[in-house]
């Protein structure tokens, strides 16, 4: 199949491959209810349909005699494709009660109906056919095995168009869905994830989401790495490993997609800002009525929306590596090590998270925590190096950092520097009331003031400086443990000290061995 | 009518309203198209539908009485419901011809085709039925003036159907390319004018985009502030004013979403993360075709992505403060004024977009030019604010910010912060090759450290310090021209030159009487 029939295809008209596609999962046979209150009538019917087949399949007659049966039937069998249906039986409409049944009940407006009259009823024929959604009105009489065959037969060929169409409307309507649902996800790990589960759900549309029923997976492809963004199953496959390695497989000129398509694979590749994105799913059996132009429309709305979502992720890191690179510099003159920044941010949404605030604040104190010291790059280098004790007037400068870095950050609207502002200003605030610069205690300290108040103490303690030596743990738990109420929070000791081992983790994870130290 | 039938369903059913108006648009009446080479079936057809209404709607005929004849009406009438065609005609299959020109040539299966035959010709009934895609078989003696109107009639009902689910069709095909084209847009005003046309070819579905139907525009309203965000016409018409003020008109709880449908106005309005966005369209005729489920679905999309849009933006604006306000402070140690980091931004994405860099690299200047100075963190104050000349060792550790900054950035990946290491590396080197660090010259300068040694010097002359006053502009432009070919790249001085008033603009709107400086 070229690559061409694939492709997704602004008019939307589906290409002859995908309709021949859709089709393929019909049922085996087509089914065919006659209602009549003459036994006779069903036996004749059967006789003369004996041998019609349609798209190569046979029908199947279910037969009632009065309308509780037909309902019953209807009600059991949905996919039911002609009703030949008399209208005199244990009332003079009893057939007209049936079609309407199905059409204003049952709301379907698929199957075919063909109403058979052996004698008219009070219901003159023209009211009948203006007043019911029918679509034949046959007398018996007229009715040779000939025409039962020709009507029965052009009555199936609606039917299927009719049930195509409405699978199709469903399955652009699943396409919407999914995109929405897709669209939901705000980091490309669980996106990745979302886009499995919505094209499995289009590869088995009528049987709902059946992930288990799939293999394969989302791939990011630089030009000298490749990242699995989810998967399901086996994803070491020839055709996954085909797809990668991109044996046969490639993007048109001037096109930045191509969908490949076989019985029992799928795969989509889009190439954007150099990045490429393959999905490669292989069914565990073969996909059941795949229209492939919804496949391609689903990937051409998650490759976009891939891109923007890693623009997203970009801008993240973006921010997150400037503000420790800056303040790491920051750091280091006054001999901090350049990762303490770093750290303080991952201790301080451990205890955010622990305190169960909003993911938002977690999100938001672990990108303003490393803005706590800003303030001090306006502070001399003379108070700042100083190896003796600072005199009054000094310690009164040096707590300047607090309000220089508040101020610093205040002015703007963005949340993140907001909490910035709040940290800068806090983070020596104590519990206690016995901190700087306002003296503020207990929860008129913002809970972000108070968590990195804890986590810089911390780091300041259980690392290495160039002028000391790493407190030993039981140093440091005591340390924070006597200060709990006086320096500290104590619900943030209490915290501290059930996840010690995480804030050691945190502490070898960042260590300082591979961080910057200027050489001036 | 009430919100309740208006809101987006998953399911994706259409509700009672929108089906009626789906079917507003319908033709003023039914074409019906009499293919036969005796003029008196023509007559007597045309007779005995004379009264036949359907839908509230009457019958037009079209009479062909060859092959030829009945193409050319089918090309020139492309909303034909019903085909009552003759088989033997100037052939014994001409019919047939007919037949296969529309459902193969045409590719048109909304037209319901009844054969009508006066004579059995060589090819069986059964086999026509089976070999050509037609909807009903009547010989014409069969066909009484009652018979042919329940023919027709139902006939018509199909094309109806058929019809609708085409239409609704193709119109969430709209939907889904819509939103991929929505997704496109990077930035918020261009997302929300794509809006505004996407919307807008919804409306009018059958007419194509027609922007200048509509008046309206989609606004974003927080606590205090009301933001348009496109408009198009009016926007001030008491429909809007109530949109915003949202009399009467309100999200339901447990949604964040509500849509309202009137025959010339629709407003959409989304809540996300507290902030709500209005979409107001009023149409300058009443709309048509209306399909209102078509429209919510894509509301909804668009209120996602707009959300997602919004988050973008918020971090791009997070990135950009935080790196001005420390950069800023950074200056502040050397005397420099805290925007002129935020200056030597927009001089330098000046210059690349003049240059005719690509709006990426556009970007990533403005965003990394701000960093050029970050190593000065690092350099002691007694250099840095020496008021004597420095001797050379001060001035070799002078020197060394370059460097600082280049290895304090360079360790990232993301290519602001590599854009950022080239620019602390290269922002001192001279076009002659007499500059520091490394003393490259000309072209092996990146246009990047080209560019923000312009900016960094026009900027530092141009503006006031606290150590000295601005130069005349007659100074500033003589000093630039002077060194062209030596510090600075000529083509840039060329630009300079060009773009002087923009360069004075910009000097202005962002001058120092706003700017923090720390009170230490």
Redesign the interface.
């Given at each position: 199949m070229s690559e061409q029939d694939m492709l997704f295809d602004?008019?939307?008209k589906l290409s002859q491959s995908a309709q021949i596609n859709r089709c393929k999962d019909s049922p085996s046979s087509w089914k065919i209810l006659i209602v009549d209150d003459e036994d006779g009538v069903h036996t004749i019917t059967k006789l003369a349909l004996n041998r019609t087949q349609f798209d190569g399949k046979g029908l199947t007659f279910f037969s009632a005699y009065n309308v509780a049966q037909a309902k019953e039937i209807l009600s059991s069998e949905d996919d039911i494709a002609v009703v030949l249906l008399d209208v005199v039986m244990e009332t003079e409409e009893a057939g007209l009660a049936v079609a309407e049944y199905i059409r204003d009940v049952q709301d379907n407006?698929l199957v075919r109906i063909i109403l058979r009259t052996g004698q008219p009823g009070t219901i003159p024929?023209?009211d009948i056919?203006?007043q019911y959604?029918?679509?034949?009105?046959r007398e018996k009489t007229?009715l040779t095995k000939?025409k039962l065959?020709?009507t029965v037969?052009?009555a199936i060929?609606?039917y299927r168009?009719?049930s195509a169409?409405?699978n199709?409307?469903?399955g652009?309507?699943?396409?919407?869905?999914a995109?929405?649902n897709i669209?939901?996800h705000?980091s490309v790990g669980s996106f990745a994830q979302g886009v499995l589960e919505q094209v499995s759900s289009l590869l088995y549309m009528k049987d709902g989401t059946m992930l288990s029923e799939i293999e394969g997976g989302l791939v990011e492809k630089n030009i000298d790495d490749v990242q699995v963004l989810a998967q399901i199953g086996d994803i070491a496959t020839p055709a996954f490993k085909a797809s990668i390695s991109q044996d046969n497989l490639d993007v048109a000129p001037g096109s930045d997609q191509a969908l490949y398509y076989q019985e029992d694979n799928i795969c989509h590749i889009s190439n954007t800002n150099g990045v490429e994105t393959i999905l490669n799913i292989t069914g565990k059996h073969q996909f059941k009525d795949v229209d492939i132009n919804l496949i391609a429309?689903f990937c051409?709305?998650m490759a976009?929306?891939l891109d923007?979502?890693r623009?997203?992720d970009?801008?993240?890191?973006?921010?997150k590596?400037?503000?420790y690179?800056?303040?790491?510099?920051?750091e280091?003159?006054s001999k901090e090590t350049g990762n303490h920044v770093r750290r303080v941010a991952y201790y301080s949404r451990l205890m955010a998270e622990e305190l169960g605030l909003s993911p938002a604040q977690c999100e938001e104190i672990f990108?303003a925590a490393p803005?706590h010291d800003?303030?001090k790059?306006?502070?001399?280098?003379?108070i700042l190096n100083k190896p003796d004790k600072l005199n009054d007037e000094e310690r009164a400068?040096m707590k300047?950092h607090t309000t220089?870095g508040e101020?610093?950050?205040k002015?703007?609207h963005?949340?993140?520097?907001q909490a910035?502002a709040i940290i800068a200003s806090q983070h020596h605030e104590c519990w206690n009331g016995l901190g700087y610069p306002r003296g503020l205690s207990g929860t008129d300290i913002h809970i972000y003031g108070r968590i990195v108040a804890l986590a810089d103490v911390f780091d300041a303690l259980a690392s290495r400086r160039c002028y000391k030596e790493p407190w030993s743990k039981k140093e440091v738990v005591t340390y924070i443990h006597e200060h709990s109420g006086e320096k500290f929070d104590p619900q943030l000791v209490d915290i501290f000290e059930r996840r010690q081992a995480d804030f050691y983790r945190i502490l070898q994870e960042y260590d300082d061995s591979q961080s910057?130290m200027?050489?001036?």
């Open positions: 602004e008019s939307g407006h024929e023209k056919i203006e959604d029918i679509n034949d009105y007229e000939r065959h020709s037969y052009t060929r609606s168009d009719i169409l409405e199709h409307k469903l652009l309507e699943k396409v919407i869905a995109t929405a669209l939901k705000k429309m051409n709305n976009i929306a923007n979502l623009l997203n970009s801008l993240r890191n973006t921010q590596e400037i503000v690179a800056i303040c790491g510099l920051a280091s003159r990108y803005l800003i303030g790059i306006s502070i001399p280098d003379y400068i300047k220089v101020n610093c950050l002015g703007s963005q949340p993140v520097m910035g910057y200027p050489a001036v």
